[in-house]
């Protein structure tokens, strides 16, 4: 196409990289393309845990007025923090090949978790799988971007850890510089089901925009989006959102198509999980998959999942 892309971004350090690596593979592509950077209400607001701010969406909403106003061609999200349902008009253009899914902890020396700690972490779904296994441990908020919540780790005497997403530290160098630069420990959290799509970056824009559908459609990986396209399905048929404690989690490997998903309560006490797997081919048809993973969701609400979410929606009022 003849005419600039204009690439909404949020301003944070980890989302300019995102939209900097959409903007680089546009431009391989033969595309024009401008960084257009805006704050979002999430990060205008950072006292204030993202459950009681009480609505999904908080770091996506600025964004979408831009892109339904055409001030901007394509919106560049990290998708977990995309709600399931999109404003009238917007489609999911294209989803990037996937990073790591996986938490880490970030901890410091002198972390032992069979003593009382105190965890930080701005999400519920990370507080409700950590007291699942630390029930006598404290955890606590934290809020801001990768860079601001390490330097709250490092400065408050009183916490002895973080729960991170391993791609956003990797993406913009900060993984490797946790032991020199901060004198930080991490461990993956295997045992951890991450948040639907996390991981992944999607390209947002709207479904009249043809020319820019087009060009932005060459980077879509079509796997990754089958597996986002799961979990987002999951997460939907269970009502949650970024305020619910729901994890999901899609894989491909060795010809299996594996879902693994859960639900807790608040206070991690309660866990409904499933574990399955299908066949995976390469024509497979999506409606499929999608259905594979609304019967995954099914049976989390038939075995009490139903009345736990009623509880958490109740709770979170």
């Known amino acids: 196409m003849s005419r600039i892309i204009k690439i909404g971004t949020r301003d944070s350090e980890l989302a300019m990289w995102q939209a900097k690596t ?7 592509l033969g595309h024009q393309t401008v960084l257009h950077p805006v704050k979002s209400q999430g990060d205008l607001n950072l006292t204030e845990p993202l459950y009681e701010m009480g609505i999904t969406g908080i770091f996506t909403k600025t964004l979408d007025v831009a892109l339904i106003k055409g001030e901007i061609d394509i919106a560049v999200h990290s998708l977990k923090d995309v709600p399931t349902q999109l404003p009238k008009g917007m489609v999911q253009a294209a989803v990037m090949e996937r990073a790591s899914f996986k938490d880490i902890l970030v901890y410091k020396k002198g972390f032992h978790p069979d003593e009382d700690m105190t965890i930080a972490t701005g999400s519920l779904r990370r ?27 490092h400065s408050n ?13 990797d993406r913009i160098g900060l993984l490797s510089q946790l032991r020199g630069n901060y004198g930080f420990e991490y461990t993956d959290l295997d045992s951890f089901i991450s948040a639907p799509a996390q991981g992944a970056m999607m390209i947002a824009a709207m479904k009249e925009n043809k020319d820019v559908l087009q060009a932005v459609s060459a980077l879509n990986h079509q796997q990754t989006a089958i597996c986002v396209d799961m979990e987002r399905a999951f997460l939907r048929e269970l009502e949650g959102g ?3 404690p729901i994890g ?3 894989t491909i490997h060795n010809g299996q198509l594996s879902f693994k998903g859960t639900l807790l309560s608040l206070d991690g006490k309660q866990r409904i999980d499933v574990n ?3 066949p995976w081919f390469d024509h497979i048809e999506m409606e499929e998959c999608l259905a594979f993973a609304k019967a995954q969701s099914q049976k989390i609400l038939s075995q009490g999942g139903g009345l736990l979410m009623a509880e958490i929606k109740q709770s979170l009022k």
Request: with cysteine; aromatic share 8%; proline share 0%.
């Open 22 to 28: 959409v903007q680089a593979q546009l431009e391989a």
């Open 248 to 250: 999901g989690i899609a």
């Open 242 to 244: 970024c305020t619910a």
């Open 276 to 278: 399955d797997s299908m």
């Open 157 to 169: 005497k009183d916490w002895s850890a973080a729960i991170f997403a391993k791609a956003g530290l």
């Open 127 to 153: 507080k409700s799988q950590w007291l699942n296994m630390y029930s006598h441990h404290k955890v606590v908020d934290l809020r801001g971007n990768v860079n601001t919540r390490l330097s709250k780790l």
